[in-house]
C-alpha cells in the first residue's frame, strides 16, 4: 500500500472514530436523561381519568387514593370525571394518550373487559392500547329496590318478575356495564324478561329509584349503601358468590340461582409504551396505600375488597375476564 493510501486509511479510521465516540456520547446522554426522568417522576401533576360521571362511586374510591399518591409522591394526582358510553368515552381518551406516565386511567371491569364483547366494538383494543399497573379493589353490586317494593326478598323479587315478564325496568350504568349484564344474566337465568334502562351514572340509578321511574336495579355497593343503611332502599341479593362482609345478612344471588357471579373491580392503568420504571413505582406506591389503616377502614366501609396486585396478576385477571365476560354477553344475548 503506498504512503497515500495508509494516510487516507489512517483519516478515515479516525473519522470513523470520532463517530462512534460522538454517538456513544449521545446514546450515553440520552440514557442519564432517561434515567433521571424516571427516577424524579413525577414531577408536574398527573391526570387521572375517571371514565364515571362525577360524584359516583368511582369517585368515592379514587379520590382517597389520589390525595395519598399527591402527598407520598409530591405532585398533584387531578382527578377528571370523562362520562359516557359505560365508560369506553374516558377509556379510549387514554388509550390515545401520550405514554409518559401523566395520564392515567381510573379504569374498570365494564369498559376493559365487558365492551370489547358487545356489536360496537370501542375505540380501543385492551391488549394493544394500556399496560395494567394494579387492581385496587373488588366491588360487589347489590340488587336494590325501593323499600315500599312488593318482593321483600330474592325469592319474592324472582316470583315477581316472572310473573310479570317485560313490566319491571330495571337501570344501569351503561350498556355493556356489570350491571347490565347482571340484570340480563338474572333475568335470562329464571326465564323471563326485564326492561333495560341505561344511565350514565349510579346517582342517576338511585335518583329514579327513589322516584319510582324504574324498579330495580344492580348498583355498586360502594354507591348504594348509604340508602340501604337509611332504609330508603332495601337490599335483596349481593352479586358475587360469597355474602358482602358490610351486609352479612343479605344473601347472594347464587343462593338462589346456582353459579350467578357478577363481580366489578377498579384499577389503574397506563397507556402501552409507559416506561415499566414508572408503573413499578406506580404499583409500590398504590400497594403501599392500600395498606394504610384510613384507606383500609375507609374502603371496607363501602363493602369494597382490597386487592393491590403486581401489573402481572392485574393482566392475569384481566385477560380470563375477557373470556367470561365474552361467553356471559352470549348467554344474555346482549345485542346492544
Not at 426522568?37 to 401533576?45: F, G, H, L, T
Not at 386487592?307 to 361467553?327: M, Q, V, W
Amino acid at each position: 500500500m503506498t504512503k497515500k493510501g495508509k494516510k487516507m486509511n489512517q483519516l478515515v479510521s479516525r473519522y470513523f472514530s470520532k463517530v462512534i465516540f460522538t454517538f456513544a456520547v449521545l446514546v450515553s446522554a440520552i440514557w442519564v436523561s432517561f434515567a433521571h426522568s424516571q427516577e424524579s417522576y413525577p414531577s408536574r401533576a398527573v391526570i387521572l381519568i375517571n371514565p364515571w360521571a362525577a360524584g359516583g362511586p368511582s369517585e368515592a374510591i379514587i379520590r382517597p387514593i389520589a390525595e395519598k399518591l399527591t402527598q407520598l409522591l409530591g405532585q398533584p394526582f387531578v382527578i377528571e370525571a370523562k362520562p359516557g358510553a359505560n365508560g369506553t368515552i374516558g377509556t379510549a381518551m387514554v388509550s390515545h394518550a401520550k405514554p409518559d406516565g401523566y395520564t392515567l386511567l381510573f379504569a374498570n371491569a365494564g369498559p376493559i373487559t365487558i365492551s370489547p364483547s358487545l356489536p360496537n366494538k370501542p375505540a380501543y383494543d385492551v391488549s394493544r392500547d394500556f399496560v395494567p399497573i394494579t387492581q385496587i379493589v373488588s366491588a360487589p353490586t347489590l340488587l336494590v329496590v325501593r323499600s315500599d317494593f312488593p318482593a321483600k326478598n330474592l325469592a319474592e323479587f324472582i316470583d315477581y318478575i316472572k310473573k310479570n315478564p317485560g313490566k319491571v325496568a330495571y337501570g344501569s350504568v351503561g350498556i355493556g356495564s356489570t350491571t347490565h349484564l347482571a340484570g340480563a344474566t338474572l333475568a335470562e337465568r329464571v326465564r323471563t324478561e326485564m326492561i333495560h334502562i341505561p344511565y350514565t351514572g349510579s346517582s342517576q340509578i338511585n335518583t329514579d329509584l327513589l322516584g319510582g321511574q324504574i324498579q330495580t336495579a344492580f348498583v355498586n355497593i360502594a354507591g348504594v349503601m348509604g340508602l340501604v343503611t337509611e332504609g330508603k332502599l332495601r337490599s335483596l341479593a349481593v352479586s358475587t358468590l360469597k355474602r358482602a362482609s358490610v351486609l352479612p345478612n343479605i344473601p347472594t344471588v347464587a343462593e338462589q340461582v346456582p353459579e350467578f357471579e357478577m363481580n366489578s373491580w377498579y384499577g389503574l392503568m397506563a397507556p402501552a409504551n409507559t416506561p415499566p420504571a414508572i408503573t413499578q413505582k406506580l404499583n409500590s406506591t398504590l400497594i403501599q396505600i392500600l395498606k394504610m389503616p384510613d384507606i383500609v377502614n375507609r374502603l371496607s366501609d363501602y363493602g369494597l375488597v382490597i386487592e393491590g396486585n403486581s401489573p402481572e396478576a392485574f393482566t392475569a385477571k384481566i385477560k380470563l375476564d375477557l373470556i367470561n365476560y365474552a361467553n356471559s354477553v352470549r348467554a344474555a344475548k346482549i345485542k346492544d
